[in-house]
């Protein structure tokens, strides 16, 4: 079944529209996310039949009219988990929980969640051709200077709860050895269309604000949200890719560059301010005691403020070049633009 894939990749890389015999069965996990939903597109667009794993309650406003299959499962439900995988040549598992109130949240949803999804390909789709595990840099923790770009040889060092949740996941793939062929790959910070997060600097720019933590720059391994579907495709792929993990990010870049770059795309010139580190905790404390209250984490809590107190969060896109040619198709500017002009379209600018 891996050769099969080989073919598809062939045939697509020669402009030609696979048929529909050829077309495969993949799974999405969070098919309906802002990863997710990019790449069921590009996976419908390369010919392959989608299945799409969401719960009942998912917003499926970016994949609605899509033609794909439905399958409706939560990663804690056994019986369901199966029925998702029944009859599917691979998976693509990009659904996490991002946000939680505890450590033991995000090691049920996360790890327990991606050991049980493919337990439940080992026993509903013996046959499965690859089980692409979508985890993040977090999983390998920040790294120690601007020059100090982490590889997939680096012993991880998570620092958050969602980062030790995503190594643990790791770890759980790792441990199916060779009874399941398993690919991981390791988004850098994601932006682009329909991102939530980094929308935020898009949105102070617009209000003429731009703000820097503290005095010291900050630097971070970004990627497109396409060049990022262009990865998973490439490991989805490729028979190399079976057994591997790759990070998947672009060059890096300060979080001042990021606003300067989305301040020429909206044509503004806004007041840079800097804000004192010692104004995260209190923040958060006060987000922690409204998110016992409400039940719902808030977006700055105390894991968060860890991640932002990191200078660098650098890796390396090395062994996905070399391996399975991976380059940037869209250059840093044009992606800020397209994300923007995005923004623009929806109303959210």
Excluded at 13 to 42: D, I, R, W, Y
Excluded at 305 to 324: F, G, H, N, T
């Amino acid at each position: 079944m891996v050769f099969a894939f080989g073919e598809l990749q062939q045939t697509a890389m020669k402009g030609q529209k696979p048929t529909e015999k050829e077309g495969l069965c993949v799974l999405v996990t969070g098919a309906n996310g802002f990863v997710g939903s990019h790449l069921v597109e590009a996976l419908l667009a390369q010919g392959y039949h989608v299945r799409c794993m969401v719960r009942q309650s998912s917003d499926l406003r970016y994949i609605r009219d899509l033609p794909v299959e439905w399958t409706y499962a939560d990663v804690q439900d056994a019986a369901a988990l199966r029925q998702a995988c029944t009859g599917v040549d691979a998976v693509c598992h990009c659904a996490a929980l991002t946000r939680a109130l505890d450590k033991e949240t995000f090691l049920r949803v996360n790890a327990e969640g991606t050991a049980a999804l493919a337990q439940a390909c080992l026993d509903a789709s013996p046959g499965l051709a690859r089980f692409l595990f979508v985890s993040s840099h977090a999983a390998a923790g920040p790294s120690q200077s601007a020059d100090d770009l982490l590889d997939e040889s680096r012993p991880p060092q998570p620092v958050t709860w969602y980062g030790k949740s995503k190594w643990a996941a790791e770890q759980a793939v790792h441990a199916l050895g060779d009874r399941l062929p398993w690919t991981i790959v390791r988004p850098a910070a994601v932006f682009g269309p329909r991102d939530r997060d980094f929308f935020s600097y898009f949105e102070l720019v617009k209000r003429g604000l731009s703000l820097r933590l503290g005095r010291d720059e900050r630097w971070v391994s970004l990627i497109y949200v396409r060049d990022l579907v262009d990865l998973i495709l490439l490991a989805l792929e490729s028979e190399r890719a079976v057994g591997q993990t790759y990070f998947g990010c672009g060059a890096p870049h300060t979080y001042d560059q990021f606003s300067a770059a989305i301040a020429q795309t909206l044509d503004k010139h806004p007041l840079h301010i800097t804000l004192p580190e010692a104004v995260l905790a209190p923040i958060a404390w006060v987000s922690g005691v409204q998110g016992k209250l409400t039940g719902k984490p808030a977006l700055l809590n105390d894991q968060r403020v860890i991640d932002m107190r990191q200078l660098y969060w650098l890796c390396s896109p090395d062994k996905a070049q070399r391996e399975l040619g991976l380059a940037a198709h869209t250059d840093f500017e044009t992606a800020v633009q397209e994300t923007a002009d995005w923004y623009i379209a929806h109303n959210w600018l």
